[in-house]
């Protein structure tokens, strides 16, 4: 069973830095999409960034393009969110999301919550100013 671990939230104050990790296990296919989401209270969950396991694609949103960073450590099964000049509209829960049965340009084309089956429990951001 695939399960997902996500790691690294906190609370900063803006203009700060955080790195979030996610951890895969329990699957077999080494070739998937995982992405980050986050979900600020009374909004719905957004698309923060992208990345193709087994490739070297990324992805990351305009509203974050050039703060957050995402990499993967394949060692590790890991995916990380390198998020730097946090700005106190990042406050949110961030989720990791994976999925097998996923096309890279189905993802990129409109990155949204449907298009994942397996989803961690999330790690809570807070960017005070």
């Known amino acids: 069973q695939v399960q997902l671990v996500e790691s690294g939230g906190g609370s900063v104050q803006a203009g700060g830095s955080l790195r979030l990790s996610c951890t895969a296990s329990?699957?077999?296919?080494?070739?998937?999409?995982m992405a980050w989401f986050r979900q600020a209270p009374g909004k719905e969950r957004e698309a923060v960034a992208a990345?193709?396991?087994?490739?070297?694609?990324?992805y990351v949103v305009d509203s974050v393009k050039g703060r957050f960073t995402i990499s993967q450590d394949n060692a590790k099964n890991t995916v990380h969110l390198e998020m730097n000049s946090l700005k106190p509209e990042d406050t949110a829960m961030y989720y990791c999301?994976?999925?097998?049965?996923?096309?890279?340009?189905?993802?990129?084309?409109?990155?949204?919550?449907?298009?994942?089956?397996?989803w961690g429990q999330g790690t809570q951001v807070t960017v005070s100013s």
């Open positions: 999301a994976a999925e097998w049965l996923l096309t890279w340009g189905t993802a990129v084309a409109g990155l949204r919550p449907g298009l994942f089956g397996y």
């Open positions: 329990g699957y077999t296919d080494n070739v998937y999409i």
């Open positions: 990345i193709y396991i087994g490739g070297h694609s990324t």
